[in-house]
């Protein structure tokens, strides 16, 4: 069993940069794919960013391509958003996710029902 504990959200005005940490607990981390999902309100949950499991490749949402950069620390059993240029349609709840497939899936794994473990979230707010 793994447990995502997600931290870092807050409210910060357009612009400004937020880093979103999901810190793992549980057996080998580095065997997930991780996700990072959000939720805006009254939106559905779409995934925005994904690092394979030794973190050698990424993809991203076009929405926040070349503003968010997604890391992980497997050596602490971390996984990181880096949140820049941030707009008010950014705002959200994030959620990290753990997938335990053993091919990358990039964004074509963007189905959140394919992912296995979850975080709690943390709202992110971004005023105008």
């Known amino acids: 069993q793994v447990q995502l504990v997600e931290s870092g959200g807050g409210l910060v005005q357009a612009g400004n940069s937020l880093r979103l940490s999901c810190a793992a607990s549980?057996?080998?981390?580095?065997?997930?794919?991780m996700g990072w999902f959000r939720q805006p309100p009254g939106k559905k949950r779409e995934l925005v960013a994904v690092?394979?499991?030794?973190?050698?490749?990424?993809a991203y949402a076009d929405s926040v391509k070349g503003r968010f950069t997604i890391s992980r620390d497997n050596a602490k059993n971390t996984v990181y958003l880096q949140m820049n240029s941030l707009k008010p349609e950014d705002t959200a709840v994030y959620y990290c996710?753990?997938?335990?497939?053993?091919?990358?899936?990039?964004?074509?794994?963007?189905?959140?029902?394919?992912?296995?473990?979850w975080g709690q979230g943390t709202q992110v707010t971004v005023s105008s």
């Open positions: 690092i394979s499991r030794s973190g050698g490749s990424t």
């Open positions: 549980g057996r080998t981390f580095s065997n997930y794919a």
């Open positions: 996710a753990a997938d335990r497939r053993r091919t990358f899936q990039g964004m074509g794994g963007m189905d959140p029902d394919e992912y296995d473990y």
